[in-house]
Nanobody
């Protein structure tokens, strides 16, 4: 069982930066692939970035060059550094843990990011 808690969301002006954090409790954090998703009002949840157990990252084209995902296995943390924010980045951002071999997936409760123009 993994419990995920996101933090770091808020209101920021376009061009600004935010760093989201996701704290994971439970065992064997390093065995999980971690990801950030987002969901804007009226839209489907979409993948923003993911980071595999070994550290390989994948960034969505819409945020490539602006967002960076990282993890600290010693602290059971995953981060999303968001720079050059745009109004279209406004969404609820969710942390996701995926244990591919076990087929188990966990979600956090989400944190709101609002970018004003």
């Amino acid at each position: 069982q993994v419990h995920l808690v996101e933090s770091g969301g808020g209101l920021v002006q376009a061009g600004g930066s935010l760093k989201l954090s996701c704290a994971a409790s439970g065992s064997f954090f390093s065995n999980y692939d971690m990801a950030w998703y987002r969901q804007a009002p009226g839209k489907q949840r979409e993948l923003v970035a993911d980071i595999e157990r070994g550290g390989t990252t994948n960034i969505a084209d819409s945020v490539k060059g602006r967002f960076t995902i990282s993890r600290d296995n010693a602290k059971n943390m995953v981060y999303l550094q968001m720079n050059s924010l745009k109004p279209e980045d406004t969404a609820v951002y969710f942390c996701n843990a995926n244990h591919r071999r076990q087929g188990t997936i966990y979600w956090g409760q989400g944190t709101q990011v609002t970018v004003s123009s």
